[in-house]
């Protein structure tokens, strides 16, 4: 009998539903091969959904994806909605459906692939056979951090405030689900924060030292995280397993990212204890090319991947879109964000059809 797995589609803004179409094809192919039946429901988030319900996070959108079997976000966000109050931002919106939908587990790979070496503004030799994974907390921290807020001081002159806070709990389940993928992988975890100033993170090195007593298979080190953002521009192949909290998982998962030459390839996958997870790609919306048929679709593609392997526990279906991308990038095509000479430049479409060719 062919399975069949419902799926929430968050095309969002920008090239978001340039990306989406393609990552949609290539699931639909894959499941023909597979006998498994997807079975899309296309929800609103970010810009997208302020402009048709006035609300970032419509109700309807929360729990379409609470009752899916996964979530394949694209991005949101964009010029034309930032003057807006911060409740109804797009970004709101998707702090919102992560809190929503207790994702507090985010995992962001920075694997770099031998075809792209080349597209990374590093040295070859600093950034070859870099495979990095950052477990970065999303529920907590500065981000959602009480107070916050921007208030009147007796002067009245005004006074902006958020809270970086954490629970030992918080901390706790964050470092488990990043011990067990560092098990799993290198054997080896860094977790990063700024102990030397921040109370909070003091907090946090203590409960992540104490989780490690369950892992003594994993080597755990600590970096404050100025000096984490240095070593991961200056000697990135140190580096197997990241944990770190929201803020500074937020900057440090650019910057690895980046090391692979392009944020377009990469993926991520944010879970919860239970539930369906969210898969999205690491990059934004990029207004700036929306529309244009020149948006890099392969994160979106190997979001879907993670989207297989982890959420809906199909390995073969995701090992099928893995080596469709790697084949086709060995075939020379190449969107503009990762094109070097001698390739071929392709567009979203064409991209999505070499892909389809390949698979
Ligand atoms: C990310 C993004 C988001 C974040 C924004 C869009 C709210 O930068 O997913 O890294 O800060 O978490
Ligand atoms: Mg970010």
């Known amino acids: 009998m062919t399975q069949t797995y419902r799926i929430t589609l968050l095309p969002g803004d920008g090239i978001g539903p340039e990306i989406t179409a393609v990552a949609k094809d290539v699931l639909n192919a894959v499941g023909s091969q597979l006998d498994l039946q997807f079975e899309f429901s296309e929800a609103l988030l970010g810009g997208a959904a302020i402009d048709a319900t006035g609300n970032p996070l ?3 959108t929360l729990e379409k994806c609470k009752n899916s079997d996964a979530v394949l976000l694209a991005a949101i966000g964009g010029q034309k909605w930032d003057n807006l109050p911060r409740e109804q931002r797009p970004e709101t919106g998707l702090l919102g459906l992560r809190a929503g939908m207790e994702l507090f587990a985010n995992l962001r790979p920075a694997t770099i692939l031998p075809q792209l070496i080349g597209a990374s503004t590093l040295k070859r030799e600093v950034v070859e056979g870099v495979d990095i994974m950052v477990v970065r907390e999303l529920t907590g921290g500065i981000y959602f951090g009480k107070p916050k807020g921007v208030f009147p001081t007796e002067t009245g002159e005004k006074r902006g405030v958020n809270t970086m806070a954490y629970t030992e709990a ?30 909070v993170s003091q907090l946090w090195r203590d409960r992540v030292i104490a989780v490690s007593a369950d892992y003594s298979d994993v080597e755990l080190s600590h970096l404050y995280v100025d000096n984490a953002a240095m070593q991961l521009v ?4 140190q580096f197997d397993t990241i944990v770190t909290g929201n803020l500074f998982g937020d900057i ?9 030459g392009s944020i377009g390839m990469l993926p991520s996958a944010s879970l919860g204890a239970e539930g369906p997870g969210l898969y999205e790609p690491v990059h934004g919306s990029a207004p700036d090319i929306a529309g244009q048929d020149k948006a890099n679709p392969l994160a979106q593609v190997l979001s879907a991947a993670m989207m297989l392997r982890y959420g809906l526990n199909l390995p073969e279906a995701a090992d099928r879109i893995e080596k469709a991308v790697t084949a086709v990038l060995d075939s020379g095509y190449r969107t503009g964000d990762i094109m070097s000479e001698g390739m071929t430049l392709v567009g979203c479409k064409k991209m999505g059809e ?3 060719d390949t698979l």
């Open 252 to 260: 440090l998962s650019d910057a690895a990212a980046m090391l692979t």
């Open 58 to 60: 419509p109700h309807e």
């Open 354 to 356: 070499v892909l389809l």
């Open 170 to 199: 918080e901390v706790d389940r964050i470092a488990r689900v990043a011990f067990e993928i560092a098990r799993k992988r290198g054997k080896k975890i860094c977790s990063v924060d700024k102990a030397n100033v921040l109370e």
């Open 234 to 237: 200056r000697a990135p192949k």
